[in-house]
């Protein structure tokens, strides 16, 4: 078993990379690998709680609950999530909040990084 | 014991998104990630700027007068104040018409010490493989 640490910063709309970072981290998980997952930027769209599904727009709230109780390590930039009007009581159930160094230190023992930027 | 070598590769110019703005604040945060890790433990990074990112560089930005926000020059300094080293491509540079004396190469006025680096993107390039992660914005 590996420790993979994703770093997202792209947004939840406007492109399908965040999508995509969410699917890695489930292949991860599949394969038996740890996953920390770390959303920053515009990423931290996934810090408020409720989001609806419409068929316009990615829709992914689901999936990263799943990958939650997979026991992915799912963080949020707690400064860039404030920024943006997300508090601590619209975070997703399971989501912790903390600073940048977070990340940072999942790099240590993480065998891989993947930094999947923003726009 | 030991420590994680970071390369944090800006290739974004500053303010048309937040990019760079990102790749210094994580960067400077490496200097509290070990209270996240066991003692002896570190995260040691290496700001490089290359492309169209070598634009954070430049001296004299009016971001708090027009923005109403921080500098990339500001947070490069900052950077320089904690020791991380700060590395910028001379191709791309002299690409962009940029000399040393129009980029922040230290930050004495706010008391640091290091000094940043020009150098080539042979070197940079040799940097990135000695790090354990690189980590692009």
Same mark, same amino acid.
């Given at each position: 078993?590996?420790?993979l640490?994703?770093?997202?910063?792209?947004?939840?709309v406007g492109s399908? &990379?965040l999508? @995509?970072?969410?699917?890695?981290? /489930?292949?991860?998980?599949?394969?038996?690998?740890? %996953? $920390? @997952?770390? *959303?920053?930027? $515009? !990423? %931290?769209?996934?810090?408020?709680?409720?989001q609806? !599904?419409?068929?316009?727009?990615?829709?992914i709230?689901?999936?990263?609950?799943? *990958?939650?109780?997979?026991?992915v390590?799912?963080?949020?930039?707690? !400064?860039? !999530? /404030?920024?943006?009007g997300?508090?601590? /009581?619209? &975070?997703?159930?399971?989501?912790?909040?903390?600073?940048m160094?977070?990340? *940072?230190?999942?790099? @240590?023992?993480? /065998?891989? %990084? *993947?930094?999947?930027?923003?726009? | 014991?030991? +420590?994680?070598?970071?390369?944090?590769?800006?290739?974004?110019?500053?303010?048309?998104?937040?990019? +760079?703005?990102?790749?210094?604040?994580?960067?400077i945060?490496?200097?509290?990630?070990?209270?996240?890790?066991?003692?002896?433990?570190?995260? =040691?990074?290496?700001?490089i700027?290359?492309?169209?990112?070598?634009?954070n560089?430049?001296?004299n930005?009016?971001?708090?007068?027009?923005?109403g926000?921080?500098?990339?020059?500001?947070?490069?300094?900052?950077?320089?104040?904690?020791?991380m080293?700060?590395?910028?491509?001379?191709?791309?540079?002299?690409?962009?018409?940029?000399?040393?004396?129009? =980029? =922040?190469?230290?930050?004495?006025?706010?008391?640091?010490?290091?000094?940043?680096?020009?150098?080539?993107?042979?070197?940079?390039v040799?940097?990135?493989? +000695?790090?354990?992660?690189?980590?692009?914005?």
């Amino acid at each position: 078993m590996a420790v993979l640490t994703i770093g997202a910063f792209p947004s939840l709309v406007g492109s399908m &990379t965040l999508d @995509f970072s969410f699917k890695l981290a /489930e292949a991860a998980i599949a394969k038996g690998h740890k %996953v $920390n @997952f770390w *959303l920053s930027g $515009n !990423a %931290v769209m996934m810090a408020k709680k409720g989001q609806k !599904a419409f068929k316009d727009y990615s829709h992914i709230e689901k999936r990263m609950m799943e *990958l939650l109780g997979k026991g992915v390590e799912i963080t949020v930039c707690e !400064a860039c !999530a /404030e920024a943006r009007g997300y508090h601590k /009581e619209d &975070t997703p159930a399971g989501m912790k909040r903390a600073s940048m160094d977070w990340y *940072l230190a999942k790099t @240590f023992n993480s /065998e891989r %990084v *993947l930094h999947i930027g923003g726009e | 014991m030991g +420590a994680t070598k970071l390369c944090f590769v800006v290739q974004r110019p500053p303010y048309k998104s937040e990019n +760079a703005r990102l790749a210094l604040t994580h960067s400077i945060s490496s200097q509290t990630a070990e209270i996240h890790l066991e003692d002896g433990q570190s995260v =040691v990074p290496t700001l490089i700027f290359v492309g169209d990112g070598v634009l954070n560089a430049v001296k004299n930005q009016n971001a708090m007068k027009l923005y109403g926000v921080t500098s990339t020059e500001s947070h490069i300094k900052n950077g320089l104040l904690i020791d991380m080293p700060v590395w910028y491509c001379k191709e791309d540079m002299k690409r962009l018409g940029l000399t040393e004396d129009q =980029v =922040v190469m230290d930050a004495e006025d706010i008391g640091g010490e290091l000094k940043a680096k020009l150098v080539s993107f042979e070197e940079i390039v040799k940097e990135m493989e +000695a790090c354990n992660h690189l980590l692009f914005f």
